[in-house]
């Protein structure tokens, strides 16, 4: 049997349990449209306690999610096959632009803020990294990516993640450019949103 056949067993696995008409079919179809836009929500809910500590964290996030996405678009070029519906007969619970299966852009894309989170904080990152999960296994029940999919795009945006945080904790330059770019920021901010409590004085991440 070969990686493709062993592949497309698990898809079907899973995709099977979409048949008929079930709650839990409502809630992945809900985890594959629109759980993503729980993770910017969650970015903005950071960035805007205005915590020094949460902004490095969500301009680092910011990053490797654009370099994750950009390393998405790469492969999808050179590494392209078809999406499930188009070559089989799947349930397919939503509609889907028949474009680049491999890699999954909503694994990377969730993984890699979910990374880039439990870098910062821990237990609140284990809980994204739980929901990126959920996320990514909602794609294949839905019929719009195989497991293989899933995987590059999850392993895409993780090691994104992690090397963008390596980045900025251990080069000086690129830490000096993150700690400008705040300072930019909230001396604009604080103009038209004054803090209540004392300014904090924003330094490079350590």
């Known amino acids: 049997m070969t990686t493709t056949e062993i592949e497309y067993r698990i898809f079907k696995s899973i995709n099977q349990w979409a048949a008929g008409d079930s709650f839990v079919n409502q809630l992945m179809i809900f985890f594959a449209e629109y759980a ?82 439990w870098l910062f904080r821990k237990k609140e990152g284990r809980l994204w990294l739980i929901l990126a999960s959920i996320v990514s296994l909602s794609r294949i029940w839905v019929g719009v990516h195989y497991p293989l999919d899933i995987l590059g795009g999850m392993m895409n945006g993780i090691l994104c993640a992690v090397v963008i945080h390596i980045i900025f904790t251990r080069w000086a330059w690129a830490n000096r450019v993150l700690y400008a770019l705040l300072r930019v920021y909230e001396q604009l901010e604080q103009r038209i949103w004054v803090k209540n409590e004392p300014s904090q004085t924003t330094k490079p991440y350590r």
């Open 36 to 117: 993503e836009y729980i993770f910017v929500i969650g970015l903005l809910v950071y960035w805007f306690t205005r915590k020094q500590r949460n902004r490095q964290m969500v301009l680092q996030t910011a990053l490797a999610a654009c370099t994750a996405l950009a390393v998405n678009k790469v492969l999808g070029h050179l590494l392209y096959r078809s999406r499930p519906f188009v070559d089989h007969d799947v349930i397919q619970l939503i509609a889907h632009d028949a474009n680049a299966s491999f890699p999954s852009n909503h694994a990377a894309a969730t993984f890699v803020i979910a990374t880039a989170i």
